[in-house]
């Protein structure tokens, strides 16, 4: 059974940091990426990482954000500094197994999604 359990979620102010985390249990993966949504809104791409520890991320948090991985420990992070009131939504860690520069954001093409945590950055 596949799973992808997130942590780290929580209210800060801006400017602020925060870390999530996301366990994947029971897959291997090629792609691990985190999303995010705010209400009314399609879930937008934020970061993603290949096993092989190949980094992207989106120019709204370049310089911002990093994510990072544990591959013993199957976990991956996003580490999110100097956050913004509009960093503010629903984080959400995803995972695929195929490879694809075209579609690395794209929330469609990912398989197996955890069931988020909430990031609220006050001004």
């Known amino acids: 059974q596949v799973q992808l359990v997130e942590s780290g979620g929580g209210s800060v102010q801006a400017g602020g940091s925060l870390r999530l985390s996301c366990t994947a249990s029971?897959?291997?993966?090629?792609?691990m990426g985190w999303f995010r949504q705010t209400p009314g809104k399609g879930r937008e791409g934020v970061a993603v990482?290949?096993?092989?520890?190949?980094?992207y991320d989106v120019d709204s948090v370049k310089g911002r954000f990093t994510i990072s991985q544990d591959n013993a420990k199957k976990v991956v992070y996003l580490l999110m500094k100097s956050l913004k009131p509009e960093d503010t939504a629903m984080y959400y860690c995803?995972?695929?197994?195929?490879?694809?520069?075209?579609?690395?954001?794209?929330?469609?093409?990912?398989?197996?999604w955890g069931q988020g945590t909430q990031v609220t950055v006050s001004s």
């Open positions: 029971g897959y291997d993966y090629a792609y």
């Open positions: 990482i290949t096993r092989d520890g190949s980094a």
């Open positions: 995803a995972a695929k197994g195929t490879y694809s520069s075209t579609t690395r954001f794209a929330p469609e093409s990912y398989k197996y």
